[in-house]
Nanobody, 124 residues
Framework: QPQLVESGGGLVQPGGSLRLSCAASGFPADYYVIGWFRQGPGFERGWVSC????????KYADSVKGRFTISRDNAKDTVYLQMNSLKSEDTADYYCAAGSYLAGCYSEETYYYWGQGTQVTVSS
């Protein structure tokens, strides 16, 4: 059974950092593009970042570019999202997803499997 499990969320002060993890199981995750999405209070879910199956190519939403870094360890079937210089507007539930289309990785429609999410709250 394909499964993605996010972890690492929590409460952090503005300017702080968090590292989210997305652990995959039940499918060959190293063949898949992995994306991160988020849904803040009162907002629709939106794309944050994605990484190619090899890890050589990454993409970021403008709102997080320069602050967030996506990476993966295929030996551990895990993808990470390092989030620095966090702002209150980064408060959201963060989801990872597995798909196959890097060029369209900003679209939820290109993903097959989704995790249940981890909550990130940025507040003083």
């Amino acid at each position: 059974q394909p499964q993605l499990v996010e972890s690492g969320g929590g409460l952090v002060q503005p300017g702080g950092s968090l590292r989210l993890s997305c652990a995959a199981s039940g499918f060959p995750a190293d063949y898949y593009v992995i994306g991160w999405f988020r849904q803040g209070p009162g907002f629709e879910r939106g794309w944050v970042s994605c990484i190619s199956s090899s890890g050589d190519n990454t993409k970021y939403a403008d709102s997080v570019k320069g602050r967030f870094t996506i990476s993966r360890d295929n030996a551990k079937d895990t993808v990470y999202l390092q989030m620095n210089s966090l702002k209150s507007e980064d408060t959201a539930d963060y989801y990872c997803a597995a798909g196959s289309y890097l060029a369209g990785c900003y679209s939820e429609e290109t993903y097959y499997y989704w995790g249940q999410g981890t909550q990130v709250t940025v507040s003083s």
